[in-house]
């Protein structure tokens, strides 16, 4: 799940699509604990030049920003969110680790 929380890997993983490989540099999320793990968030600039991106993102600014955070629930669920501040466009991914047995999930 280290992948999950890992600021940087945007930039990189998704220099084809929204990533900034030029300004690698991760945004510092703010880190909240909660009852049931810990809450991240932060406004972080993404690239917007994909034909269509757009209709997405709400603005034609070849860079936009997106709100995200990351939600961690003890033990093995991660909730990703994502919202498009022009277009108010929410994008929700749900991460749960499996125990397969004591070795792999």
Request: charged share 20%; hydrophobic share 35%; glycine share 6%.
């Given at each position: ?29 703010d ?20 034909p ?54």
């Amino acid at each position: 799940m280290e992948n999950s929380f890992d600021a940087a890997h945007f930039n990189f993983v998704h220099k084809a699509t929204f990533g900034m490989i030029d300004k690698p540099r991760p945004v510092i999320y703010d880190l909240i604990p909660t009852p049931t793990g810990f809450h991240t968030e932060g406004l972080v600039p993404v690239a917007n030049t994909m034909p269509g991106a757009d209709r997405i993102t709400g603005s034609k600014e070849a860079v936009t920003k997106r709100n995200l955070s990351n939600e961690w629930f003890l033990t093995a669920v991660r909730k990703f969110g994502c919202v498009y501040p022009d277009s108010g466009i929410h994008h929700i991914i749900y991460n749960c680790a499996t125990p397969i047995d004591d070795e792999h999930i």
